[in-house]
């Protein structure tokens, strides 16, 4: 994957976050379920983004390329 790619993937996803859930545990004490944090995924022009949502505030955060490997 080239890095452009990846930041110009990074730099749409963080100016829209808005995209699917992903069904997995969050596990991560930062981001918890009972604070109603969920794992959201995008994908750019086959660029895979992670990132996390609350869901009760619409706050975003940990922004993250997910390698495909």
């Known amino acids: 994957m080239l ?3 990846v930041q110009l993937a990074m730099k749409e996803v963080k100016s ?7 069904r997995v545990p969050m596990t991560d ?8 944090w969920v794992k959201m995924a995008h994908n750019v022009n086959g660029v895979e983004m992670h990132y996390v949502k609350n869901t ?9 390329f ?3 490997k």
């Open 3 to 5: 890095k452009k790619e």
């Open 16 to 22: 829209n976050p808005q995209d699917k859930e992903i």
């Open 29 to 36: 004490p930062k981001w918890s379920k009972e604070d109603e």
């Open 56 to 64: 009760k505030t619409g706050e975003f955060d940990d922004f993250k």
């Open 66 to 68: 997910k390698d495909k």
